[in-house]
């Protein structure tokens, strides 16, 4: 168990629906970075958050945004779903300092789109 | 962006040492080499990290030649359990780098 949690573990929607997929980082750690893995695609960078600010943003499509709250915990929101957006969610998240590119993964969360 | 480039996947017998190399050509003077492993629907873990030269954990073996434009992942006497996707990134977070994942290496571990 890393720490990070992430819910909901499952989700199945229509194409065309928007849903919210929600992460709380460890305690302590600032960093909330969201990843998107599909069978295809490998582990694709998305977004990464520190202490509420966007930090760098990767192949992130426009129907796509996050956020961070002042609590810490993000939610990324997938809109006009399509089929192709079926995939396993990640979110990690890293505590200041220290080892530098240590993530620490939750347990994802898979989104199936019908 | 530094990107990486390994095998796609490696067989190995149980017992045996297994080297995986990632090449980064383009590194940047501020990244770190970080290793990871993930087992199938798990999020990847981390296994072990460098800057240069050669770093040792409990779990593995990082080694960096001068130049830095590569990176030997290196583990010792592999289990069944060892079977995984193994990634190997450059970056710094605390420049804002986005993370470069790639499709890792598949290790398959023959009994």
């Known amino acids: 168990d890393s720490g990070v949690t992430q819910t909901p573990k499952h989700l199945i929607t229509a194409t065309g629906q928007r849903v919210t997929l929600r992460c709380s980082p460890r305690?302590?750690?600032?960093?909330v970075y969201w990843y998107q893995q599909s069978l295809d695609q490998g582990l694709q960078f998305l977004i990464h958050y520190y202490n509420g600010e966007e930090r760098a943003k990767g192949n992130i499509l426009e129907r796509f945004s996050a956020q961070q709250f002042p609590d810490l915990h993000s939610e990324l929101n997938l809109s006009s779903l399509e089929l192709g957006d079926s995939a396993l969610y990640f979110c990690?998240?890293?505590?200041?300092?220290?080892?530098?590119?240590?993530?620490?993964f939750g347990p994802g969360t898979r989104l199936t789109v019908l | 962006l530094a990107k990486t480039t390994q095998p796609i996947s490696m067989d190995s017998y149980e017992g045996q040492e297994v080297n995986i190399t990632c090449s980064h050509n383009?590194?940047?003077?501020?990244?770190?080499i970080t290793w990871y492993q993930q087992f199938p629907s798990q999020g990847p873990r981390f296994i072990i990290q460098g800057y240069k030269t050669k770093v040792t954990n409990e779990v593995a073996s990082l080694f960096i030649p001068a130049d830095r434009k590569s990176s030997t992942l290196s583990l010792p006497r592999v289990s069944l359990s060892d079977t995984a996707v193994y990634y190997c990134l450059v970056g710094d977070s605390n420049t804002g780098n986005q993370f470069y994942f790639g499709t890792g290496t598949s290790l398959t571990v023959i009994p």
């Open positions: 383009n590194i940047a003077t501020n990244d770190y």
């Open positions: 305690s302590g750690d600032l960093s």
């Open positions: 990690a998240s890293s505590p200041p300092g220290q080892v530098i590119n240590e993530q620490f």
